[in-house]
């Protein structure tokens, strides 16, 4: 049984629900693992100093929101929560999976000829005349060609780059990994925007960063709010998404991104930047590292512009920062796996990677556009490029609930404290577009959303 107690400072409103807030936190910032024993309702009540029955009302409002399981005999325990991963059909304990349940949790833009091009390039790869080299193990920054088709990548996404700046990874999570793990120690503190991925507060969490929230606006970072950290205290890098934000989508205009990157040059601090949804725009714009090169690490990954299956993810850095990322790689998977870069490669090589960004653009907004019109009337965020929406409820909907009762209709959606660096997350939700095969089965989930929205909390909250 864990010794958790709940920091309940800051927090307004009736105590059982700050302390149901409190877990929530916890464990969406890893701080409480799926299958930890929480405290019994006695103990915690003695710490609190609170009555057994406020603790057991806090207990039972966890439990409706899906955060833990009670069970007779035993305690109540964490349960593995859906913010955290892709919200999937039955992969909670206990739970029957929907007859048709729509993932708008997975953000994973689509296009259609996804299939037919890994099928193709399946078959080639068998006939590849260096098959067998492929099967060896491998540089850890990548062999060369998988490099300089990094650099063509990268070229795509508005960096010019050459091979030598280029460390292939396993993936865009893996990258992050590298860059940060090699440019940190534990205890050094990173920023990142008050709303961030969810994999960066899990990756700051495993090595013991102290995590720092930089305010927000419709244009994405405050510069002023990065320079007031920065004086407060000794911030090691930043971590930002200042194109399509993940999740308010919000893009920094090129007037906000020098004002980043003279931020990060008069502190010294490291500009990581994350630009995987980046190939959604039409055209691209300067990175960071175009206006602060000695100060700034480009990350982006095939994931999303091509398919998720391909783990493979480019390192832009300065020369510097080249050695330690790659012997990062090194510390962690060896290499990117060279089957998959040899795909990339080839894909970048015959057009087939622009085909498919193309693609997933025009399939993109035109779910963009749909999912609008049925959410018409509601509170919306989003760039028409983006491949998610961010919803603010209405009242008296709160986050946490109304995802519980979507997922209950048999919609994944993620809630806002998912992303949350700061203790007070919006009132908000994340709705993806891409993850579904077709855009009928994406427009029928925004309609359960809309009719959700539109109703009474109680009707479906009190539905256990």
Known sequence: MTNWTPDLSGRNGPRYRAIADALAEDVRGGRLAAGTRLPTHRDLAWRLKMTIGTVSRAYAEAERRGLVAGEVGRGTYVRRLAGIAPIMPGDTPGESPHPDFIDLGTNRPSAPGEDAAMAAALQGLAAEPDLAGLLDYQAPAGRREDRLAGAALLKLCGLAATPEQVVVTAGGQHAMACVIGALTQPGDTLAAEALTYPGLRALASLLRLRLVAIAMDEQGLVPDALDAACHAGSVRALYTMPTLHNPTTATMPMARREAVAEVARRHRVTLIEDDVYGFLLD????????????????????????????????????????????????????????LMARIVARWVADGTAERLAAEKRRETRLRNRRAREILTGFDITGDPAASHLWLTLPEPWRADDFAAAARRCGVGIVPAAAFAVTRQPPNAVRICLGAQATAEQV????????????????RYLSVV
């Open 443 to 458: 427009e029928r989930g925004i309609a359960r959303l809309a009719t959700l929205a539109a109703t009474s909390p109680e």
């Open 283 to 338: 055209e691209p714009l300067l990175p960071l590292a175009h206006y602060a090169p000695q100060h700034a690490i480009y990350i982006t990954s095939t994931s999303k512009s091509l398919v998720p299956a391909l783990r493979i993810g480019y390192v832009h850095a300065p020369q510097a920062e080249i050695e330690p990322i790659a012997a990062a790689v090194r510390a962690t998977v060896y290499s990117a796996p060279p």
